[in-house]
């Protein structure tokens, strides 16, 4: 099963919020959290057995 976000992506956003958190844009975390986070969920409860 390949993930229908980009895992990289995610990834990446992770590592700029635990170290560049001086720079994050919140509007750009808002969004990826209500538009994205759904689908992130869906894919990781479709990846558990």
Known sequence: ???TLPV???RG???ALRHDYDRVDLWTIY???TD???MLRA???A???
């Open 43 to 45: 894919d990781c409860v």
């Open 8 to 10: 990289n992506a995610a």
């Open 36 to 38: 994205s986070l759904p």
């Open 1 to 3: 099963m390949s993930p």
């Open 31 to 33: 969004v990826t959290a």
């Open 13 to 15: 956003l992770g590592n």
């Open 47 to 49: 990846a558990l057995p």
